[in-house]
Nanobody, 129 residues
Framework: QVQLVESGGGLVQAGGSLRLSCAAS?????????????VGWFRQAPGKEREFVAC????????VNADSVKGRFTISRDNARNTVYLQMNSLKPEDTAVYYC?????????????????WGQGTQVTVSS
């Protein structure tokens, strides 16, 4: 059973930083790149649709950031810990949302919600002005 647990959310002032973590369990990882999963971060603000934030390929050599977070957010992964991180700097009030991590099997990167098979429960990020 695949389980994703996000952590690291909280309340921060504008201009501050947070680091989100997504810990995965139940995923098969033989140590080979093709057994790993690509990971994406998405967010959903009240009354809005879930939107793409960042993703990283299963090999870790490809990443994509949404235009709204470029230069401020960085996604990375630690395969030894089955954990993916989202470092968020220079936070803005418009970054306030519930942040979700999701995983997908397959090469490359995907930015669409439908491309991911498993989802975590989310962690709240609130940025005050």
């Amino acid at each position: 059973q695949v389980q994703l647990v996000e952590s690291g959310g909280g309340l921060v002032q504008a201009g501050g930083s947070l680091r989100l973590s997504c810990a995965a369990s139940g995923l098969t990882d033989s140590g080979r790149t093709d057994s790993r999963y690509g990971v994406g971060w998405f967010r959903q603000a009240p009354g809005k649709e879930r939107e793409f934030v960042a993703c990283i390929s299963r090999s870790g050599d490809s990443t994509v950031n949404a235009d709204s977070v470029k230069g401020r957010f960085t996604i990375s992964r630690d395969n030894a810990r089955n954990t993916v991180y989202l470092q968020m700097n220079s936070l803005k009030p418009e970054d306030t949302a519930v942040y979700y991590c999701a995983v997908r099997n397959g090469p490359g990167v995907r930015t669409g919600v439908s491309g991911y098979q498993y989802w975590g429960q989310g962690t709240q990020v609130t940025v005050s002005s």
